[in-house]
Nanobody, 126 residues
Framework: QVHVVESGGGLVQAGDSLRLACAASGRTFTLLRMGWFRQAPGKEREFVAAISRGGTSTDYANPVKGRFTISRDNAKVTMYLQMNNLKPEDTAVYYC???????????????????WGQGTQVTVSS
């Protein structure tokens, strides 16, 4: 069992930045590949970004490419999502997800991740 907890959400204006953090415990952090997903009201949960267990592979959804950066600090057992130039359409609950992965692998599908956090709200006003 892996316990994941997100933090860092909030209310910001369009163009502002936020950094989300995700702490994971219960398994060796360096064995976990991880991802960020989001869900806006009335919409399906969608992929945002993913990172391999060593941090060497990453992937992003098209709407966030060039604005969001996923990273991880294995010494701090924490993953981050730096969000710059936020837009009102980025408003959603952001979820951290974890899975045991082979080196270099990432996944963009929520079904690949057995462990999820409770989510953190990000609201971007225009």
């Amino acid at each position: 069992q892996v316990h994941v907890v997100e933090s860092g959400g909030g209310l910001v204006q369009a163009g502002d930045s936020l950094r989300l953090a995700c702490a994971a415990s219960g398994r060796t952090f360096t064995l976990l590949r991880m991802g960020w997903f989001r869900q806006a009201p009335g919409k399906e949960r969608e992929f945002v970004a993913a990172i391999s267990r060593g941090g060497t592979s990453t992937d992003y959804a098209n709407p966030v490419k060039g604005r969001f950066t996923i990273s991880r600090d294995n010494a701090k057992v924490t993953m981050y999502l730096q969000m710059n130039n936020l837009k009102p359409e980025d408003t959603a609950v952001y979820y951290c997800a974890a899975d045991v992965g082979i080196p270099g692998s990432i996944s963009t599908t929520p079904q690949s991740y057995p462990w999820w956090g409770q989510g953190t709200q990000v609201t971007v006003s225009s």
